[in-house]
């Protein structure tokens, strides 16, 4: 199919948990009228089954994430293509974690968004360690229960560095408006 439209924006927001990123990525869907896919939300409860199955209570738990992950990052990446085909632009939320380490898997997926019609940005929310468990702290979420008991072991095993893929970083400690201009200026 040959396109005459000018790539769709396809926005990838990413950070560690507690960073911000739902938050964020809801303005810049708000803003640019697009489809927003939370990789929490669209696959929470399903994973919440698959936990069970699997005999644990932490979503964040590594045999779950392994035993998940393929499958979840695919439904935010299909429903993405579904909707940049239909002219929508799209906002994707979740860790994307080796996207941002990874060029060749963050070359996967920027084509795979490119081929539907979008152009992808990585979108990286900056945080330190002592904002991250202050934030965890606030939200107060079972989830993080365990990160916050042994917060030093939580962060020693917590990649809080910049991505090694082109990206736009923004401080996740300013306003969400001030977040969100920051990145809209940018891919104007």
Known sequence: MTRTNPPLPALV???????GKSTLA?????RLGAALFDQDVLTGPLTSVVAQ???SDDLDSPALAHATR????ET????????LQIGRAVVLVAPY?????????WKRLAERLSDAGGLATLVWLRVTGEELLARMAERAADRDRDKLEDAGAYLARTDLSEP????IAVDATARVDAQCASVLARIS
């Not at 927001?13 to 960073?19: H, Q, T």
């Not at 809801?26 to 708000?30: G, H, K, P, Q, T």
């Not at 090694?164 to 990206?167: F, G, I, K, S």
């Open 26 to 30: 809801r303005a810049l869907a708000s």
């Open 70 to 73: 393929a499958a979840r990052y």
């Open 53 to 55: 199955l699997l005999g």
């Open 164 to 167: 090694t893929v082109p990206h």
């Open 13 to 19: 927001v990413c950070g560690p948990p507690a960073s």
């Open 97 to 105: 974690s080796t996207e941002r380490r990874d060029p060749v898997a």
């Open 76 to 83: 935010l990446a299909a429903g993405a293509e579904d909707n």
